[in-house]
């Protein structure tokens, strides 16, 4: 992906963030991972002798479970996609040394399209692709975004807009 717009502008636009359903995924996905987790800390905690009466077997597993519900949250919380007169930008990352931003730039946009279905059309949660002309490699592929839809229409439009004005930025 193109990593020349390294902040985001005083001049960007939101486009979407993660829905609902992510949240909702990874809240049981993480409950289901939990549960073998706390199993796995019971069963730990029996072999080195602490024993089930004590319960911190139990209590790190539930710990460490939680933890894990907050991180998923925070990180979902912090996907970000927005465009600018450069291109499309996706903003990701929840530690200082994992926060990036990566994107297309307009004039290598090939097209923005979103996957449909049943749940995507009920809940307004789609998977977005925006495609990179040269390699697959540099596409940005999100599932379950809020309006997903509208957004890619709006990237559509204004890659036309840019392609119409040969390079010209877009205001």
């Known amino acids: ?27 049981l996905l993480t409950c289901l ?10 069963v730990g905690a029996e072999i080195i002798g602490l024993g089930t009466e004590s319960g911190a077997g139990l209590f790190t597993g539930l710990i460490l479970t939680l933890l894990l519900i907050m991180f998923n949250f925070w990180y979902l919380t912090s996907i970000t996609l927005y465009y600018d007169n450069h291109g499309v930008w996706l903003f990701s990352g929840v530690f200082p040394w994992a926060r990036g931003y990566s994107g297309v730039k307009w004039r290598d946009i090939d097209d923005a399209t979103y996957q449909t279905g049943f749940i995507s059309w009920i809940s307004k949660s789609y998977t ?10 540099s596409e940005i592929i999100l599932p379950h975004m ?26």
Do not use: P
Not at 2 to 22: C, H, M, P, Q
Not at 128 to 137: P, V
């Open 33 to 42: 991972f939990g549960i073998i987790l706390v199993v796995v800390s019971v």
């Open 1 to 27: 992906m193109d990593e020349g717009n390294s902040n985001k502008t005083e001049n960007y636009i939101f486009l979407s963030k993660v829905s609902w359903v992510a949240y909702l995924k990874s809240f």
């Open 146 to 171: 809020s309006h997903g839809e509208k957004a890619v229409a709006r990237i559509n439009e204004l890659h036309q807009k840019y392609s119409d004005t040969n390079g010209i930025t877009l205001d």
């Open 128 to 137: 977005i692709r925006i495609g990179h002309r040269f390699t697959k490699s």
